[in-house]
């Protein structure tokens, strides 16, 4: 029984109120109350006569009171409950629920879930069986089930990171609808048009016939998704969709690498009725190619979640070409072709005004990961050996045949040997006619490729054969002789089309198969100036993947390495998920949810929508279906509230009846008895309305003490920069932490601006680390190691920009192999700790604050080791860098704390092991130290300035 908003759980028990008739006449055969008369004794002589009395009624205001009791009594009996959740339809027969829980249920899911939840309640307390489907979910028959069971299975339901595909459900529930035919339906529908929604309403409409079919649908269109990311020349661009073509609207999207780290943001801004609109992320190229994740902020689902992968990248490809008219006949030069084709995919540099090896040097010192050489013949030795070391270290280098190549002598930087002279096919004076492209090797880079028909080839250069030519071979022309040769060279590879780059040769450079072609051979080099390390040639040819160790033909696939869920968190793949094909699907499904498939630097992303996606409305007008918004009910039990006020009621008729029985005059003789009393009514009457809350506040008393002591914790380390010490449990090693970091504080204050507070002892396993910028860690020769959990806090410490600055104490005597060593090498063996190496000359600790080029403490000959950085050259051919340059673990067996370590007196307490000056130096690495972790490594841009000054004047 339900009165908007209002409902009863039990409305049977408001028979109850057809009661009250009867408790009134009940209530008014009260007797009168004794009436006392004060009268001398003669006054009882003259009421001796007996008179007829009339009993006194019960005053109306008391019945009223009364009655209002036990209607309170009533109503509270029959559970009342305020916002009841939404009912089902009405009915008597089965309750079919079908519940869309693909990718665009996920940002309202808790919502469907509760609209769900109360259709089968309500089903449940009118006796029916309830049948669920959730379109998501793999087919399955479907069978009724209690409202219990039906309740846990809805619990267990989580979105699937994929579009819902609803007709493959259609045949079972078709089945159902047919076996039970008083059954009715309520569909949760997602607000999509995909997947075909439509087509499903209808027939399953037409299944249901005569009976209820109700939609619940999101009226605001929640839905938000991405789709399209293309990695532009000027930059990174995504769409942005949504269904409901509403007024102006502006999302934010950000951009994250493969780390989660946030690299930008960028809005998308919806016109008034648009459903699409682009977000435009405009970063240097180097930091678009890291970008591995693109999220609409804020909207928790798979779809508005594009991942990249490899395909994504701008690799910057360097050309140079023999030619000498590139300027004055542009259509006539090599160039021209290759930049066209490269352009829609990679960002292309051209030589201009240098020669060929000078350009070919310029490109290498430019970092560059692929260099075309269109007809280019010969080059210095100096040139040449750069060319080679760069093609070791991880260079593709392309190349186009053309007179110059074919008349000059072999340089070994081709892949194949070739014969000297170019091969004329076609013409007055030769033998052969002109060759079409025959096929693509089965196991090279353009294997996906389809053959182009309208191909053909008039000269080309020839390769000697040898034994290992069949296995460089990635194109042939119609009569076996081949067009592009690969092979592997070290971290690199070298790649010949024995063709012009122009038309003069083949008409190649006119088809689309020469982008295709393009495209995934520049795929074949890393995104940085440095590849990673490679499968041989054979295997690492396969559909452009350098790292992928097996051969990967036309039906290669790649197994899922981590997937999305329906909120677009990523998570280890489910056990239904399959390998995805090498090239990657258009987009999810079933049996390959969104994610990354195959080797992190090779492998291939799957999205939840295809790049030409476009959302729109579910529309279902002209349908005989009811159509409500999915309803959210948050209900509340009236029952204890009604039972409080009948308690209050019925202490109120309580002493209405004492006070009218005579009670005040009882009160007047006996005051400190009824003060007593009337202090148990007002004891009681608090316990019977507030007990929860009482009985709730009572339980949560520890928890609020916990918090006040987390939050004296958090005041203390955070109201003036502090640095903490690990306490390692033994006594003097902690003293000696504690007052060796004492002594750096007041060395310090008196150096520096900085004026620290007194230091902390912490516990890496319970205590927040994220409020010291340093941490201390004196290293015993009986640590052990930390649990799985400290590991955890302090690899995330690590990681989120905090320093540990771990010291062994024992001078490194032993190489690093005493007990010391040993601890220290337990306590890093479950971190993520970077490659290390003892502080370089040019490193910004030995600048940060004082110039130094050792790190004394008590002893003098243990180096100070850190993170390796990358080798200068690579340092400043990027332009950004994720953090500040701190090294997350600083190692060394100096004993500082020994060194910083003063007395109450402020005299230090330990000696160093030459002198004072050992000392005073030792003072001076400290600061460094802090100056380097508070402020990272600003100090290492300086020595920028004048190079910048000097390109800022150009």
Known sequence: MSALPLAFLSPWLL????????????????????RRVDFPPLRLLLEVAAKRETPVTTPWWLLLLRLGLAALIVLALAKPVWNPSAAAPAGSGPLLVVLDNGWAAAPDWDERVRSAEGAISAAGDAGRGVALVATAEAPRDVGLATADEARERLRVLQP????????????????????????????????????????????LKTALGSRALTVRVDPTGSARGLAGADNTPAAMTVKALRAEAAGPETLRVRALDLRGRALGEADAAFGVGAREATASFEMPVELRNDVARLEIVGAGSAGAVQLLDRRSKRRAVGVVTGATADTAQPLLSPTYYVTRALKPFADVREARGQGASAAVESFIEQKLPVIMLADVGALTETARERLRGWIDAGGVLVRFAGPRLAGAPEDGLSPVRLRQGGRTLGGALAWETPQPLASFAADGPFAPLAVPGDVTVNRQVLAEPDADLPDRVWATLGDGTPLVTGARQNKGMTVLFHVTADTRWSNLPLSGAFVDMLRRVVDLAGSGPAPAEAAPAQGAAAAGQPAQPAPQGPRATLPPTRTLDGFGAFRNPPATAKPAPAEGRAFATFDNPPGLYGPVDAGVAINAMPANA???????????????AVVVAEPTPVAPWLFTAAAIVAIVDGLIVFLLGGGAALLARRRPQAAALALIAATLALALSGQPGFAQQTAQAPAKAADAFDERFALEATLATRFAYVATGDFEVDRIAKAGLEGLTQSLAARTALEPGAPIAIDPAKDELAFFPLIYWPVTADAAQPSPEALARIDAYMKQGGTILFDTRDGFTAGGGGPEGAALKRLLEGLDVPALEPVPR?????????????????YAD?????ETLPAADEREERPARAGDGVSPVLITGADLAGAWAIGADGQPLFPTSSDERQREIAYRVGVNIVMYTLTGNYKADQVHVPALLERLGQ
């Open 15 to 34: 028979l109850g109120l057809l009661a009250l008739p009867a408790l009134w006449l009940l209530l008014r055969l009260t007797p009168p109350k004794p």
């Open 160 to 203: 699937e990171p994929y579009s819902a595909d609803r007709r493959a459900h259609l045949p079972s529930i078709e089945r159902f609808l047919a076996a039970n035919q008083e059954a009715e339906a309520i569909w949760i529908a997602d607000g999509l048009g995909a997947g075909e929604a439509r087509p499903f309403a209808e027939a």
């Open 614 to 628: 476009a959302l729109a409305r579910l529309d279902l007008s002209g349908l005989d279906v009811g159509v409500s």
């Open 842 to 858: 040019d490193h910004v600790l030995t600048k940060a604050f004082y110039l130094l080029d050792e790190f004394p403490g008590r």
């Open 862 to 866: 243990s180096p100070l080791w850190v």
